[in-house]
């Protein structure tokens, strides 16, 4: 099994900037990819960011493609996110994700599904 523990969420002004981390743990060498996605209420879950842990490639939903920027520590089995240029439609519970998507098309949303998850950090973007 695979544990994820995510950290860095908070509330932040729009325009401004948070970093959120996560932490696995357990058999997170059997997992491929590691990522992130949200979920605001009464929404879906939305797979936002992505990076495959060897090759380091990395994908991103058009809603934070120029903003978000995911990166790995792979000695430490963390991933990063760093968010810039936050607005109030970035107010979410962001959650860390862990898996094997079947191919680089579907990692995004493939995590938010099959991906083993943390409990989630709240992020809340004020106007």
């Known amino acids: 099994q695979v544990q994820l523990v995510e950290s860095g969420g908070g509330s932040v002004q729009a325009g401004g900037s948070l970093r959120l981390s996560c932490v696995g743990s357990g058999d997170i060498r059997r997992t491929d990819c590691m990522g992130w996605f949200r979920q605001a209420p009464g929404a879906q879950r939305e797979g936002i960011a992505a990076i495959y842990l060897n090759s380091g490639r990395t994908s991103y939903a058009d809603s934070v493609k120029g903003r978000f920027t995911i990166s790995r520590d792979n000695a430490e089995n963390t991933v990063h996110l760093q968010m810039n240029s936050l607005s109030p439609e970035d107010t979410a519970m962001y959650y860390c994700?862990?898996?094997?998507?079947?191919?680089?098309?579907?990692?995004?949303?493939?995590?938010?599904?099959?991906?083993?998850r943390g409990q989630g950090t709240q992020v809340t973007v004020s106007a």
């Open positions: 994700a862990a898996g094997r998507p079947p191919n680089y098309s579907s990692t995004l949303s493939y995590l938010p599904i099959y991906g083993a």
